[in-house]
């Protein structure tokens, strides 16, 4: 194992003990042959006391039967973590190992504390399923989902979680964002996680290391060749960090419920999508376990395999127009045999494409029910392209629909995507909207320089003289951009404003705070001291930047939406 000294990797690694993360092994040897446990390990790489006990009873009458749950245990902490040196990149992931029994709040603390890996929260979370090995897409609809994968996860503020490994979907995702890593804003770090199997990872060997404090500042080398025959699998070198998951049974699968509940647990504060490309039997049934979460779906279109029959099969019956007809085909056994016979051509490269094509059929048929179809949307691809992120959305306003707050959760998506066009067309349709619902989205549009909404927002009723209040003008110059000119004027001219060289404020989000006499001094100036504007005036000038924090950073109501508010609570404290 090579370790690699770097002068930007992160300290995470000592810290890590305090989530007591276990790794896992098998402690009750099976076996038929003398060389291969039924956990599918050699039995000489089991630890020497469990071989010893194999080898005093190998010989009686002692149980022969393996079962996983009984015969695998936590083993201790774990000694894989910290930070990967891909060969032939710059990236240092970070990576742990643990045990498949692992409480998922400790992986949420893992994830966003800053002492751990720091994460910034994510508003979506979008989920790739699919098929493991190659996916073959044509370059146009390659590029297209590409494109429109990292704007999606841009746009969205997204986490996105895979499988983590060095094929099928997880690699496509990886290619996405390295691929366009040069068009993104670098204030924009977009995280891919991937939660693989331990067992199931080639060499992971080379990340274990001993409990140096020193070591775990350091990045162990990762080398991304492995010999053709081998099945087991290689890390993706595009994803940001890994959770590899030991469940002490070498073979595939074994992160699956534990990623199904660390994303459960990151859906409860965070809108979420599954992305589906490819994928064979148990993809389908993931489709189903999800929307039985009403958790919304997209499938690429032409991805293969599974796809072939379940888009065909969602195509079909969305394409209907009354609920009647819709039951009527989902009765109607020939349109489940051409499912089934798209199916079979779409594992036809595969071993045994009938039964594949059957167990999967039978997940389709499980998820294809009338109130589930809004959960399901297909990503069509129109001349060899496919606009994905507008699936995704389009994915993400349908969940809603059903839901008690849905104008307001669309149309927040909407505005996040800035969707204009959706806004308009889709969510503006009925008059009888309350205005009061607009202000904090009228908030948002100015902060994010979304003139388009602003403008429709006033078209559909919304008075400025009722939403401009002292209050939300005092926190929309609190939200300017530091690189704005407004801002490198008040840093100019404002004998008042702090800097960086000044005391600072200990605010949460460690910014200036700008007052209504900071915002005076620059009118002022602006019309050459011409006049004095009245924010340099009593009682604006009076209102310090405590009190300014308490109205503005703190979301306080203590100073009330008017004018009058702020002005009586300064007379009675000055």
């Given at each position: 194992m090579r370790i690699y000294p770097d002068s930007h990797i992160d300290s995470d690694g000592p810290n890590l003990e305090k989530l007591g993360f276990q790794k896992k092994r098998c402690k009750y040897i099976v076996s038929s042959d003398k060389i291969v446990c039924c956990c599918l390990n050699k039995i000489i790489y089991h630890d020497p006391s469990v071989i010893q006990e194999y080898n005093l009873r190998k010989n009686s009458e002692s149980s022969n039967k393996w079962d996983k749950e009984v015969c695998t245990e936590d083993a201790g902490p774990t000694d894989a973590y910290g930070k990967i040196k891909f060969?032939?990149?710059?990236?240092?992931?970070?990576?742990?190992?643990?045990?498949?029994?692992?409480?998922?709040?400790?992986?949420?603390?893992?994830?966003?504390?800053?002492?751990?890996?720091?994460?910034?929260?994510?508003?979506?979370?979008i989920s790739v399923t699919g098929g493991a090995e190659k996916i073959s897409l044509?370059?146009?609809?390659?590029?297209?989902?590409?494109?429109?994968?990292?704007?999606?996860?841009?746009?969205?503020?997204a986490l996105v979680t895979s499988g983590g490994t060095y094929g099928g979907c997880m690699k496509l995702v990886g290619e996405?964002?390295?691929?366009?890593?040069?068009?993104?804003?670098?204030?924009?770090?977009?995280?891919?996680?991937?939660?693989?199997?331990?067992?199931?990872?080639?060499?992971?060997?080379?990340?274990?290391?001993?409990?140096?404090?020193?070591?775990s500042r350091k990045?162990?080398?990762?080398?991304?060749?492995?010999?053709?025959?081998?099945?087991?699998?290689?890390?993706?070198?595009?994803?940001?960090?890994?959770?590899?998951?030991?469940?002490?049974?070498?073979?595939?699968?074994?992160?699956?419920?534990?990623?199904?509940?660390?994303?459960?647990?990151?859906?409860?504060?965070?809108?979420?999508?599954?992305?589906?490309?490819?994928?064979?039997?148990?993809?389908?049934?993931?489709?189903f376990n999800a929307i039985s979460e009403r958790t919304p779906c997209v499938i690429l279109e032409s991805s293969g395999e599974m796809e072939t029959g379940f888009s065909y099969a969602i195509n079909r019956i969305k394409n209907l127009s009354t609920e009647k007809e819709q039951s009527s085909l989902l009765e109607n056994e020939e349109f489940w045999n051409e499912v089934r016979r798209r199916l079979v051509n779409g594992f036809i490269q595969k071993k045994d494409p009938e039964t594949r094509a059957e167990n999967t059929l039978k997940s389709i048929k499980k998820s294809l029910k009338l109130e589930n179809l809004h959960l399901l949307t297909v990503c069509r691809s129109r001349n060899g392209r496919a606009e994905l992120d507008v699936a995704i959305?389009?994915?993400?306003?349908?969940?809603?629909?059903?839901?008690?707050?849905?104008?307001?959760?669309?149309?927040?998506?909407a505005l996040n995507w800035n969707r204009i066009d959706i806004a308009r067309n889709y969510l503006f349709n009925d008059e009888n909207i309350d205005i009061n619902l607009l202000k904090n989205f009228m908030t948002t549009a100015l902060i994010q320089n979304k003139h388009e909404f602003v403008e429709l927002f006033l078209e559909k009723g919304l008075s400025l003289r009722s939403f401009l209040t002292h209050r939300r003008l005092l926190f929309l110059y609190n939200k300017i951009p530091k690189n704005s000119l407004f801002q490198k004027m008040l840093d100019k001219h404002s004998n008042n404003v702090l800097t960086k060289d000044k005391i600072k404020k200990k605010t949460?989000?460690?910014?200036?705070?700008?007052?209504?006499?900071?915002?005076?001094?620059?009118?002022?100036?602006?019309?050459?001291?011409?006049?004095?504007?009245?924010?340099?005036?009593?009682?604006?000038?009076?209102?310090?930047?405590?009190?300014?924090?308490?109205?503005?950073?703190?979301?306080?109501?203590?100073?009330?939406?008017?004018?009058?508010?702020?002005?009586?609570?300064?007379?009675?404290?000055?």
């Amino acid at each position: 194992m090579r370790i690699y000294p770097d002068s930007h990797i992160d300290s995470d690694g000592p810290n890590l003990e305090k989530l007591g993360f276990q790794k896992k092994r098998c402690k009750y040897i099976v076996s038929s042959d003398k060389i291969v446990c039924c956990c599918l390990n050699k039995i000489i790489y089991h630890d020497p006391s469990v071989i010893q006990e194999y080898n005093l009873r190998k010989n009686s009458e002692s149980s022969n039967k393996w079962d996983k749950e009984v015969c695998t245990e936590d083993a201790g902490p774990t000694d894989a973590y910290g930070k990967i040196k891909f060969t032939d990149t710059e990236n240092f992931p970070s990576y742990v190992r643990v045990s498949n029994k692992t409480n998922e709040n400790k992986l949420i603390s893992l994830l966003f504390d800053d002492e751990y890996w720091g994460l910034k929260k994510p508003e979506l979370i979008i989920s790739v399923t699919g098929g493991a090995e190659k996916i073959s897409l044509n370059q146009k609809l390659k590029d297209a989902f590409s494109k429109g994968l990292v704007e999606a996860a841009v746009t969205t503020n997204a986490l996105v979680t895979s499988g983590g490994t060095y094929g099928g979907c997880m690699k496509l995702v990886g290619e996405a964002f390295k691929e366009n890593a040069l068009s993104l804003d670098p204030n924009k770090k977009i995280n891919l996680l991937g939660i693989a199997d331990w067992c199931a990872i080639f060499n992971n060997s080379d990340l274990i290391r001993n409990n140096n404090p020193d070591q775990s500042r350091k990045a162990v080398e990762y080398n991304l060749i492995k010999p053709r025959a081998e099945k087991k699998s290689l890390l993706d070198p595009n994803h940001t960090h890994f959770i590899l998951v030991d469940d002490g049974y070498h073979y595939f699968g074994g992160e699956m419920k534990l990623r199904a509940k660390l994303e459960a647990k990151l859906r409860e504060t965070a809108k979420t999508v599954v992305l589906v490309l490819g994928g064979g039997p148990n993809t389908a049934e993931s489709i189903f376990n999800a929307i039985s979460e009403r958790t919304p779906c997209v499938i690429l279109e032409s991805s293969g395999e599974m796809e072939t029959g379940f888009s065909y099969a969602i195509n079909r019956i969305k394409n209907l127009s009354t609920e009647k007809e819709q039951s009527s085909l989902l009765e109607n056994e020939e349109f489940w045999n051409e499912v089934r016979r798209r199916l079979v051509n779409g594992f036809i490269q595969k071993k045994d494409p009938e039964t594949r094509a059957e167990n999967t059929l039978k997940s389709i048929k499980k998820s294809l029910k009338l109130e589930n179809l809004h959960l399901l949307t297909v990503c069509r691809s129109r001349n060899g392209r496919a606009e994905l992120d507008v699936a995704i959305l389009e994915a993400l306003l349908s969940a809603e629909k059903n839901t008690s707050n849905n104008f307001e959760a669309q149309l927040k998506l909407a505005l996040n995507w800035n969707r204009i066009d959706i806004a308009r067309n889709y969510l503006f349709n009925d008059e009888n909207i309350d205005i009061n619902l607009l202000k904090n989205f009228m908030t948002t549009a100015l902060i994010q320089n979304k003139h388009e909404f602003v403008e429709l927002f006033l078209e559909k009723g919304l008075s400025l003289r009722s939403f401009l209040t002292h209050r939300r003008l005092l926190f929309l110059y609190n939200k300017i951009p530091k690189n704005s000119l407004f801002q490198k004027m008040l840093d100019k001219h404002s004998n008042n404003v702090l800097t960086k060289d000044k005391i600072k404020k200990k605010t949460d989000d460690k910014k200036n705070i700008i007052t209504f006499e900071h915002i005076g001094e620059v009118l002022t100036k602006l019309v050459d001291y011409s006049f004095e504007h009245k924010f340099k005036k009593s009682p604006y000038s009076n209102i310090e930047k405590d009190k300014v924090q308490e109205i503005v950073i703190n979301d306080s109501n203590k100073y009330g939406e008017k004018l009058t508010n702020v002005i009586d609570r300064v007379k009675l404290e000055n």
